[in-house]
């Protein structure tokens, strides 16, 4: 029997991932969306001027992609350790089937972000989530690298996220409008 875990990244682990692996591939979940509704006073902003990182939002019928990371039996418990340390701002395990194409699937988990953690800030307009990333720095640094690398290694998969392209154009938008009129 394979004692093995696959862990789901959709947010920062799509890019920084800081655990031992012994496979890593592109994959989606399904009926879920990513979406810029969680705060983040840990990582990416400070309690009294949280970032906004992604989380997962129940949305039947959308696929959300990120990438899949297999991590062997022996190193299971430690990886879970750490990532329960790392996505200690609200996040909680989610048990979920992970999809690589039209006949492969595991069973694995991911972590979200729930309604009811108190760092949960919901939906926002792409205006309003976007003045807010570029608002923020925290101690692993700023919001704004935080949805530059997603928004990068979403592209360089081929993946799809219209959330998280809207909010890469309203930055972009944001910051020439900030160097063309500076005040």
């Not at 029997?1 to 920062?12: T, V």
């Not at 996040?91 to 006949?103: A, G, K, M, W």
Request: charged fraction near 25%.
């Amino acid at each position: 029997m394979n004692n093995d875990l696959w862990i789901f990244g959709y947010g920062s682990i799509v890019w920084r991932v800081d655990f031992p692996f012994s496979e890593q591939r592109p994959a989606f979940i399904n009926n879920w969306a990513r979406r810029f509704w969680q705060g983040s006073t840990d990582h990416r902003g400070i309690p009294k001027k949280p970032g906004r990182v992604v989380t997962l939002i129940s949305q039947p019928g959308e696929v959300c992609w990120g990438r899949a990371y297999k991590v062997k039996h022996d190193h299971k418990e430690e990886v879970l350790e750490h990532l329960d340390y790392r996505e200690k701002g609200g996040y909680d395990r989610l048990s979920i089937e992970i999809v690589f194409n039209d006949t492969e699937a595991v069973s694995g988990i991911t972590y979200h972000a729930t309604r009811d953690n108190p760092n949960f800030l919901g939906d926002a307009t792409d205006s309003k989530i976007a003045k807010q990333i570029l608002d923020s720095h925290g101690p692993s640094g700023s919001n704004l690298e935080y949805l530059s690398r997603l928004h990068e290694s979403l592209e360089e998969m081929n993946a799809s996220d219209p959330h998280v392209t809207a909010i890469a154009n309203h930055i972009q938008t944001l910051r020439s409008t900030i160097q063309v009129n500076p005040e």
